[in-house]
Every structure is written in C-alpha cells, then in structure tokens.
C-alpha cells in the first residue's frame, strides 16, 4: 500500500497561485494512478484531474483547464497540483488519490488533505 500526504494549502489572494504537493510514502509510486480532488463546505467532493503512471493528464475538469497544472516526478515519489489564475470557486480542502486502476472515483488510497483559502 501507499500513503499520501498533501501540503503547500494557505491562503492566497484572487488572481494568486499556489503550489500543492502530495508525497508518498510505499512501493511502485511509479504504478499508480494518481488524482486530485477538492471539497468546499457544503458541497460533495469533485475530481478535479487524474494523472497516468507516466504523468499524462487523463482528466481534467472544466473549470481548471488552462489554470492548473500536475506535474508528476516519480523519483520523488511526490505529485504537485500547480494552480494558477485562482477564484473564490477554488476555494476548498484538496486531497490527493491513488490506485492502481484508473477510475473517477472510489480511490483506494487518500491523504489527509490540505486547505485552500481565497481572498476576493
């Protein structure tokens, strides 16, 4: 199994940039599928990209195409959500996935998630 743990949350002005990360701790980081998702208060939680085993973007959703970017480096065992251009809409706490399958939802393997805060 893998375990994940997200960081780089804070709080960032409309307009801003942040950089998440998520690091992983097991073996064959190099085999899973990797997303992330976000969930604001009050709302179910959303897929916002998933990544392949070699670090294409399969999936992204429409509101963070142009804006986020995912850069996946395997030797280090970490993939980074960078996001850009930042609303209040992006407002939420983020959380990393992992699975050895690709699929949109039910990931075997979570972190703890991490908060973003956007001032507008």
């Known amino acids: 199994q893998v375990q994940l743990v997200e960081s780089g949350g804070g709080l960032v002005q409309a307009g801003g940039s942040l950089r998440l990360s998520c690091a992983a701790s097991g073996r064959a980081f190099s085999s899973y599928y990797l997303a992330w998702f976000r969930q604001a208060p009050g709302k179910e939680r959303e897929l916002v990209v998933i990544i392949g085993r070699s670090g294409p973007t399969l999936y992204y959703t429409d509101s963070v195409k142009g804006r986020f970017a995912i850069p996946r480096d395997n030797a280090k065992n970490t993939v980074y959500l960078q996001m850009n251009s930042l609303n209040p809409e992006d407002a939420a706490v983020y959380y990393c996935?992992?699975?050895?399958?690709?699929?949109?939802?039910?990931?075997?393997?979570w972190g703890q998630g991490t908060q973003v805060t956007v001032s507008s």
């Open positions: 996935a992992a699975d050895l399958v690709y699929r949109p939802s039910e990931y075997k393997h």
